[in-house]
């Protein structure tokens, strides 16, 4: 599995956008790139997956640049009810998704 | 539609005592995974399930013993409590490993 390195922790005030970088130098050809999102209390839920370029759905966006090392993960115009934890997610092997410790958000009024 | 569902929410077990956290899916997934999460850290894999009577051992699977007799459901047994076993566990589905899991609320367990 790739190991991934994402900040500990980040501060945003409401209505901006959030941009969360992840590295993952080692990732394999054949994996993809997952994102999750925990709130405190609740299992992770997915937010957004993908392989290359650029992915887009309802609630964020993903980039990932022409050699993968790295994505980034876009939060457009944050609100309060976007403070959680997290997490990038790089390849699974044997149905293990090796979850870090994640990114603590935390946008602010 | 209920998704991926743990019972119970909450459970105090006395050092030494046993029980079964149980864990009930809706969505025909075959792999099915439990997972433990210790404060401040990311989830960790116990062990998973590629489909009924097919059962593997993940990261951290000394404690604990798991089952899958049908595909909806996925039992997680704990042989004798102890209190490195206090955690919060969540149990996951998927359609395959590389596709979006779904995760339950969570069981709270202390054991004291």
């Known amino acids: 599995l790739a190991k991934t390195t994402q900040p500990i922790s980040m501060d945003s005030y409401e209505g901006q956008e959030v941009n969360i970088t992840c590295s993952h130098n080692?990732?394999?050809?054949?994996?993809?790139i997952t994102w999750y999102q925990q709130f405190p209390s609740q299992g992770p839920r997915f937010i957004i997956q993908?392989?290359?370029t650029k992915v887009t759905n309802e609630v964020a966006s993903l980039f990932i640049p022409a050699d993968r090392k790295s994505s980034t993960l876009s939060l457009p115009r944050v609100s309060l009810s976007d403070t959680a934890v997290y997490y990038c997610?790089?390849?699974?092997?044997?149905?293990?998704?090796?979850f870090g410790a994640g990114t603590r958000l935390t946008v602010k009024p | 539609n209920a998704g991926v569902t743990q019972t119970p929410k909450f459970q105090v077990l006395k050092t030494g005592q046993s029980m079964t956290l149980q864990c009930a899916q809706d969505?025909?997934?075959?792999?099915m995974s439990w997972y433990r999460q210790d404060p401040g850290m990311g989830l960790r894999l116990i062990h998973y399930?590629?489909?009924?009577?097919?059962?593997d051992q993940g990261e951290v699977p000394n404690g604990y013993n798991v089952s899958r007799s049908t595909t909806e459901d996925f039992p997680l047994r704990l042989l004798s409590a102890a209190p490195s076993q206090t955690s919060v566990y969540f149990c996951?589905?998927?359609?395959?490993?590389?596709?979006?899991?779904?995760f339950g609320q969570g069981t709270r367990l202390t054991v004291v």
């Open positions: 997610l790089v390849g699974v092997v044997n149905n293990d998704m090796r």
């Open positions: 969505m025909n997934h075959e792999y």
């Open positions: 996951a589905s998927s359609y395959d490993q590389n596709t979006e899991a779904f």
């Open positions: 080692n990732i394999a050809t054949n994996d993809y």
């Open positions: 399930s590629v489909g009924a009577g097919i059962t």
């Open positions: 993908g392989y290359k």
